[in-house]
């Protein structure tokens, strides 16, 4: 009985592992079955994925080559293309310096032609020697007349025992012929022979009009080395008055009045250049600048300038008019601090038989009017600007009262 019990019960345990086993057999299908369908639905997936990427791969293509159509419908060239964006790039960067610098650079290149280099053979004998020592200097000038008229400064060439020559900024070597010097205003003329080759003079402006704050440009050969080299700025100051001497061209100390003060860079060398504006005008002549201290130059008017040119070529010479006083400026801030003073030029001394004593000027009168003009600045600009022999009214103050005398400029030895 217990047999067949045992019997049994190991059957039921067969049994039982029998089931265990085909649970077992049928959860691994199961799991084998899910694998495949994950592995297809990975399968589909990258299918899709690498579909899509292969969609807009060709839309990419398909975008590309029409626009590269539209563009090159006329039948350029991609090359072409390139090259014609290229111009429009560096056009962009032309456009900017037409823009900022355009009118300063078509002032230079008018304007280099006509400013000149002026070589100083200097024959000096040593001391105690038989030797003969030649220091080459080297000033600026500018051409103001085609048939071979050069302006420079006086103390440029001041020294008669010298040769002189005017190079351009071609090279070209020209003699100077005739010299024409006035030590007063620092103003020469040089005469040069210009053989066959075509010359080109610069505009002058009128000094007169300058205001303060207007663009200039300076043309010259600084230190005596760079030709042709530009500096730019504006006016900054009018009518001053100066002391000044070029040491390097052994020159004394003078003093100069109604002179123009710029920030343009003028350095030894500069000496005779132009002072340019806006317009391409000469306005002044470049003949100063402060040793140790930067940006105050100066330049004489070029009004006085082109007075002395017109008597050159009228009467072949310089022919300075002659007043005859010697005279001190007192400004408005000065006579405030004076009874029966006013603003002019105050005469310290009249020459005797000159004009101004025989018009009936004299010592302690105060020139307020010379001519049409106010005399706020240089008594003697203003009179550098009339005639020989012409008949100017002159209006003083004498003891507190105005009077007008008629005189007629005389010729200055």
């Not at 049409?372 to 008594?379: F, H, I, P, Y």
């Amino acid at each position: 009985m217990e047999e067949k019990k045992q019997e049994k019960k190991t059957e039921e345990e067969k049994k039982e592992a029998k089931k265990e086993v085909k649970q077992e057999e049928v959860k691994e299908i199961e799991k084998k079955e899910k694998e495949k369908v994950c592995t297809k639905n990975i399968t589909n997936s990258l299918k899709y994925i690498l579909l899509g990427i292969l969609l807009y791969v060709l839309l990419i293509i398909l975008t590309v080559s029409l626009t590269l159509h539209f563009i090159f419908k006329d039948g350029s060239t991609v090359k072409e293309y390139l090259k014609e964006s290229s111009d429009k790039s560096d056009n962009n960067i032309e456009l900017l310096v037409t823009e900022q610098e355009k009118n300063v650079i078509d002032i230079v290149k008018q304007s280099q032609e006509s400013v000149v280099s002026i070589a100083v053979s200097q024959i000096a004998l040593e001391q105690g020697q038989g030797l003969v020592d030649t220091t080459n200097k080297i000033g600026t000038g500018f051409i103001v007349d085609e048939s071979g008229i050069v302006i420079t400064n006086q103390h440029v060439v001041s020294d008669r025992n010298s040769d002189y020559k005017v190079v351009n900024s071609h090279g070209d070597e020209f003699v100077v012929t005739t010299i024409l010097r006035d030590d007063i205003s620092d103003i020469a003329l040089l005469r040069i022979d210009k053989g066959d080759k075509e010359l080109k003079a610069l505009k002058l402006g009128d000094s007169d009009k300058l205001v303060v704050g207007q663009n200039v440009l300076a043309i010259g050969t600084p230190l005596g080395e760079f030709a042709g080299s530009v500096t730019t700025g504006i006016i900054s100051g009018l009518n001053r008055t100066v002391s000044a001497g070029q040491s390097w061209f052994g020159s004394t100390i003078k003093t100069y009045e109604g002179v123009i003060q710029t920030d343009a860079a003028i350095n030894p060398g500069n000496s005779g250049g132009p002072l340019i504006n806006s317009q391409g005008e000469v306005i002044g002549v470049n003949f100063a600048t402060t040793q140790g201290v930067d940006n105050i130059s100066f330049a004489l008017p070029i009004n006085n300038v082109k007075n002395r040119l017109e008597e050159y070529k009228t009467h072949g010479k310089f022919i300075r008019p002659y007043l005859g006083v010697s005279y001190q400026m007192i400004s408005a801030y000065e006579a405030l601090y004076y009874k029966n003073v006013v603003p002019g030029a105050l005469v310290v001394r009249v020459e005797p038989i000159s004009p101004a004593f025989v018009a009936g000027i004299r010592k302690g009168d105060i020139i307020t009017q010379f001519g049409e003009k106010k005399v706020d600045r240089s008594l003697a600009e203003l009179i550098q600007q009339h005639k020989v022999g012409e008949e100017v009214e002159v209006k003083v103050t004498r003891e507190g009262k105005d009077q007008v005398f008629k005189v007629k400029l005389g010729e200055m030895e």
